[in-house]
């Protein structure tokens, strides 16, 4: 028998944290040189505590840093004081006093669901079943930029393994598409998906979807290229092409998934937990998996501590085709030790408790809940 009173959530702090990256993260949305993000530490009765993130990004979900710390203490105190036994019931009330701030849901359904495991003693993809627990590789992002200089970037990463490359597109068609084949010319060996978040029109889209083909460039997947709301440019473009069409600011819960499925607009879905949280990530895993439809699973710009969550999801549920975990290898810091580990492109599985992670310095000015 549990004795369930351990399992109730005591207290909830929160912390900002900035996290520089290595090099300005530009795509077609936005750019981001600093992330603005916040630390999350939920600790149970019995002492046993968890630690999340949240990693909002202005220019593609609208929050920030200081729209999170705000909306955290009232987002907190839905949880505070139940038992974190019924996970499951506190991630649907996360949602539904979240529904406009995903980053703080998702920042407290990590430290909920890591102080959870921690205390049972299994690491987090134990609890979604451990359906795929091996080494996986990632993708690396190539963001917008000058040719010479993203030729450059690709040859470091091809010479550290890395085999493919998500290419930020979506700013000025022949641009990209010569970007996409100096990297082919110069990294003969990678595959390419190509992020166009939201920047092409529908025949811009269709543009550089036919130069990609006429090129013999290998494309695995097309995401976001038109508009959220243009689902009949998704549809369009499907019909027309032979890349596979991802779908990801369109997909920002589970009645868009549906609605995307319905309408055969895609053939990926690529879900963010910093997009969607875990609870709806969960189901809109299982609507792709009943569908027939693949899945990628990718990040904002987060930690290993989002990222990690992100990844237990992969070893736990199985049924990811594309993994695009490699934000924490474009952060010039790490802030947490322990929990799993980057051997060039290749993700390890982790068999610590949680998320096996602890963070390298204390937080100095903490939002407490209690
Ligand atoms: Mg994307």
Known sequence: MIRSDKFGIVTI??????????????????????????????????????????APFPDISGEDQAACLAAFPAAAQCILGQSVLNWRKLLYQLAESTREMPSV??????????????????PMWVLWGGADVRVRQTDVTLPIGPLDQVVATARAWYARG???????????????????????????????????????????????????????????????????EN????????????IPIAADESVRSLDDARCLLEQRAVDVLNLKITKCGVAESLDIAGLARASGI???????VESRVTMGCSWSLVLGLGGFEFLDL???????VDPVQGG?????PALQPWDGSGLGMEMRNEPSSVIVVE
């Open 326 to 332: 490699d934000m924490p290898l474009l952060l010039s």
């Open 231 to 242: 689902v009949e440019g998704f549809v369009a473009l499907r019909r027309r092409g032979t």
């Open 294 to 300: 693949k899945l990628m699973i990718g990040g904002m």
């Open 105 to 122: 849901r998702c920042g407290l359904e990590t430290a909920l669901l890591d102080a959870l495991c921690r205390e049972m003693g299994i």
């Open 162 to 228: 890395f085999r493919m490359f998500k290419m930020k597109v979506g700013h000025d068609v022949d641009e990209d598409v010569r970007r996409v084949e100096a990297v082919y010319a110069a990294c003969p060996q990678t595959t390419f998906i190509l992020d166009a978040n939201q920047g092409f029109s529908f025949e811009e889209a269709r543009g550089c979807m036919e130069a990609m083909e006429r090129l013999h460039l290998p494309v695995m997947v097309f995401e976001q290229p038109v508009a959220r």
């Open 340 to 344: 799993y580990g980057y051997e060039g």
């Open 13 to 54: 702090e929160a912390w900002p944290v900035e996290l520089p990256l290595s090099a300005p993260f530009v795509v077609a949305s936005g750019s981001m040189s600093v992330a603005h993000n916040i630390f999350v530490r939920l600790t149970l009765q019995s002492g046993a505590y968890g630690y999340g993130e949240m």
